[in-house]
C-alpha cells in the first residue's frame, strides 16, 4: 500500500542496517519473514520501508534532512528474512474501512 510519503527507487541497504541515522527516539529492531501462501518464504523479495519520526514528520517533509532516513529498500534473504533496526515512529490512526485498517495489526 503506497501511501502519500513514498518515494520511487530508495537506496538499498544490507541487513541490520540503521534507517533513523541517529534520529532521536526509541531504537526499533524490524524482523519480518516474507512467505507466498503456495510456495513458502520468497528469497530476494525487495521490500521497501518509509516511516515518519517520532514527531510525524517523513524525511520529505523536513528541510535539515539532506539525505534518505527512516526509508530503504531491503532485500529478503534466501530463507525470506530481511530485518533492520530504526526508532518508533509516532502512532496515528489506521481507518477501519479501508484497504489496510482490517487486515493489519501492530502489536
Given amino acids: ?11 538499498e541497504f544490507p541487513q541490520d542496517f540503521d534507517i533513523s541515522r541517529n ?10 519473514n516474507v512467505w507466498s501462501a503456495a510456495d513458502g518464504p520468497l528469497a530476494n523479495a525487495v521490500i521497501d520501508v518509509w516511516e515518519s519520526d517520532t514527531a510525524g514528520f517523513y524525511d520529505v517533509q523536513r528541510d535539515d534532512l539532506h539525505q534518505p532516513t527512516l526509508r530503504g529498500r531491503f532485500r529478503a534473504n534466501s530463507q525470506g528474512r530481511l530485518y533492520f ?4 515512529p509516532s502512532p496515528y490512526p489506521i481507518s ?12
Avoid at 503506497?2 to 518515494?7: I, K, T
Avoid at 533496526?85 to 518508533?88: F, G, M, N, Q, T
Fill in 23 to 32: 534520529l532521536p527516539g526509541g531504537k526499533l529492531f524490524v524482523q519480518a
Fill in 85 to 88: 533496526w530504526s526508532i518508533l
Fill in 1 to 11: 500500500m503506497l501511501g502519500p510519503f513514498y518515494v520511487e527507487n530508495p537506496p
Fill in 96 to 107: 477501519n474501512d479501508g484497504p489496510v485498517g482490517p487486515r493489519f495489526s501492530i502489536s
